[in-house]
């Protein structure tokens, strides 16, 4: 009955894509009730099924088994073998109760968000339910190869949410860009695991467990294997150096952002370190890498995100910002931590992108910062929300982000190979983080800004260009309904309380909860496994830190405080000169034009020289050439047929005479 219900949960969504999917064919635009309550209502029913697997008597998820349910045998070639079947352990679990809650949340909010766009409703709910189904074969298929098509068919959905708007040319480029990027970190993940079924002689996780529990491995085979699907988790969970397609995913819909930002698609990389720890945990070298990519890529994205004015890059760069802090952990083997905040990540980011589309749809589709402001009297529950969501990404004490990111830069201080390097990356984002969010919360709601300002004066108009492309002209703020802000509200008390499953080891003297709990349900016990990779510090050494922490985290706040509410600062407009290192950071460094000028154009050069040289001189050439032989020997041929009987003939005593030439000829 359980794995019926585990295939059941699963396959739900997929219903929910066919039937919104046929509803988007419809000439006359479909029933937005019916189409939310498809839409809705597939995700809302698996993740209740979940939850009642979860709780159900033996069903044994938490602890290293679980249970598997087999749907059909896919691959069976050679020592190959992959089936659809499906593991619901500890880990996969818990993934399933972020995708589907976090999911179904985003569902009800879109709802709201989504209601002017009548013609293409169905259609959007289509791409969203696809999206649930594909992370759900990623997070709970039983082996690699169910794990990668999930994540190809996640690919294939962020690439049609981010262009939705195909007609417009910036949401079709920043599609391409997502797919053809992650598309480069596929082909690491392919050979990666490719290496892996070379080794092990399976992709099964129990069998790639059963033969790390029984083998020795050398250490060199493992770390090219992990860094090779490392290279898949780059691009997929945005790390240097393939992170540059996330910001550019801001041209979808706001629903879009959050669904890939907060729960989704790019924490992947994360659950697939975390799902192949036996891996990771014998590749000490590339561990170490993994942690230092993690450690710039935050402080990177950090930089970048104190000078945008876009409300929505601010948090893009904050997503690649705190992925960069998952995998830091991930690197330091500390996979419990890295999990920890990958769920407290979930809610505060995706209360900070529904809360960011919130305000959109209120000053009617502004989303530049600096026509904002004074918003806190009109929207008061919104900001509110937004202050939570604020003070736990920055690390506040009583929040959730405080007790997952202090355990990272806790971990961080104690790796024994470059961990006080990689703690002072994270001391630095912890304190850039706090800055920029608060400076966001400040421009948003509380300095005299200028759409809020206009639309009380009544004279003007608010006005901006939307995530659509669209020039608005409107007086008033448009009322938020109830499923945009119920979603805000669940996901303000996640928030809060979210956090309190891990309180710090000084504070209970004993293994968080919920890292204890993925020590339990991993294959192995990293923290066990990972000791010799860490010092031990004393009692008092980790107040300091976490002292330090709480500092930096109240000093980001009072500095963009002091700038943006007690000196009302605005940021100045793009046309306006400024110093050099905010001129880097408001042009992100210029990533995107150096990739252009090193490789793009060069790649562009040498296809359009394949095009003229190879394609049209060599292939097309030789089809042209084929094609003139041709029509020269038919001009000859056509010489024969004269019309007249006595040739033809000819022809045939010619023809017999020669034939028998060749067989009696041949016999003697």
């Known amino acids: 009955m359980n794995e019926i219900l585990l295939i059941a949960a699963i396959w739900l969504p997929f219903l929910g894509f066919l039937a919104n999917g046929l509803l988007s064919l419809k000439k006359e635009p479909a029933s937005q009730k019916l189409v939310s309550i498809f839409g809705v209502g597939s995700v809302l029913i698996s993740f209740l099924i979940f939850i009642f697997l979860t709780f159900a008597e033996n069903t044994a998820i938490v602890s290293q088994s679980g249970f598997s349910a087999m749907f059909f045998t896919w691959i069976n070639v050679g020592t190959l073998s992959a089936d659809f079947a499906y593991k619901l352990d500890g880990l996969s679990v818990f993934m399933a109760w972020i995708v589907t809650g976090i999911g179904m949340l985003i569902h009800i909010y879109s709802t709201g968000y989504m209601e002017e766009e009548k013609p293409h409703f169905a259609r959007f709910f289509a791409y969203l339910n696809l999206f649930i189904f594909a992370m759900l074969h990623l997070v709970l298929g039983d082996s690699l190869p169910l794990l990668f098509l999930g994540w190809e068919g996640v690919g294939l959905c962020s690439y049609l949410l981010i262009g939705f708007d195909y007609d417009k040319d910036f949401a079709a480029v920043a599609g391409k860009k997502a797919f053809i990027t992650n598309r480069i970190g596929d082909a690491g993940f392919i050979i990666g695991m490719f290496l892996l079924f070379q080794l092990t002689g399976s992709l099964k996780y129990d069998e790639i467990y059963g033969f790390f529990g029984a083998n020795s491995v050398d250490a060199s085979t493992l770390n090219i294997i992990a ?4 290279v898949g988790a780059m691009g997929k969970s945005a790390q240097i ?11 979808g819909p706001t629903p879009v952002s959050a669904l890939i930002h907060a ?39 950090a930089l970048i995100a104190l000078t945008q004015t876009d409300i929505k890059k601010v948090l893009a ?6 992925l960069g802090y998952m995998f830091m952990a991930m ?3 500390a996979y419990g931590a890295g999990m920890f905040h990958l769920m407290t990540h979930a809610f505060f980011k995706a209360l900070l992108f529904l809360g960011s589309g919130a ?18 009297k009109h929207v008061k529950l919104l900001a509110i929300l937004f202050w939570v969501a604020a003070v736990a990404i920055s690390g506040i004490p009583g929040l959730s982000g405080f007790f997952s990111k202090d355990m990272i830069l806790e971990m961080a201080y104690t790796f024994a190979n470059g961990g006080k390097i990689l703690f002072l990356l994270g001391f630095m984002t912890a304190i850039l983080t706090s800055f920029y969010i608060f400076r966001l919360i400040f421009l948003t709601f509380h300095t005299s800004g200028d759409a809020v300002k206009k639309m009380e004066e009544g004279g003007s108009h608010g006005h901006g260009h939307d995530e659509h492309g669209h020039h608005s002209h409107h007086s008033g703020l448009v009322p938020l309904g109830w499923n ?6 669940v996901l303000g008390v996640l928030s809060v309380f979210g956090g309190y499953v891990g309180l710090p080891h000084i504070i209970t003297h004993k293994t968080p909860g919920i890292v204890g709990y993925f020590d339990q349900v991993l294959s192995v016990a990293p923290s066990k496994a990972a000791e010799s990779w860490h010092q031990h510090i004393e009692g008092s050494t980790a107040w300091l830190l976490m002292l330090a922490s709480i500092g930096v985290a109240f000093l980001g706040l009072f500095t963009a405080w002091f700038f943006y509410q007690k000196q009302n600062k605005v940021p100045a407009e793009d046309s306006v000169k400024r110093s050099f290192f905010v001129h880097l950071s408001f042009n992100k460094f210029f990533v995107d034009e150096i990739y252009e000028k ?23 050439a030789s089809i042209d050439y084929l094609g003139k032989i041709t029509l020269l020997i038919g001009s000859y041929m056509r010489r024969l047929q004269t019309g007249v009987t006595p040739n033809y003939a000819l022809y045939i005593v010619s023809g017999t005479v020669v034939i028998a030439f060749i067989v009696f000829g041949g016999l003697n």
């Not at 945009?484 to 509200?489: F, H, K, S």
Request: proline share 5%; with cysteine; glycine share 8%.
């Open 227 to 230: 860094l090779c699907l490392f």
């Open 241 to 251: 150096p393939l992170y540059v397609w996330l910001p550019d995913a801001m041209a």
């Open 263 to 301: 729960a989704t698609m790019v924490t992947a990389g994360v659950f697939m370190i975390a799902r192949l720890a036996p891996v990771f945990l014998g590749a000490p070298e590339a561990s170490t890498v993994i942690a230092f990519v993690g450690g710039f890529t935050a402080l990177l994205s």
């Open 317 to 322: 760069y904050s997503t690649v910002s705190q």
């Open 331 to 333: 690197g330091v083997g």
């Open 359 to 376: 305000v959109i749809l209120a000053l009617h589709h502004e989303q530049d910062m600096r026509r904002m402001g004074g918003l806190y």
């Open 484 to 489: 945009i802000m119920g979603p805000l509200v």
């Open 598 to 620: 090193i490789l793009l154009n060069p790649l562009k050069k040498i296809a359009d020289l394949s095009y003229k040289i190879i394609d049209v001189k060599i292939i097309d």
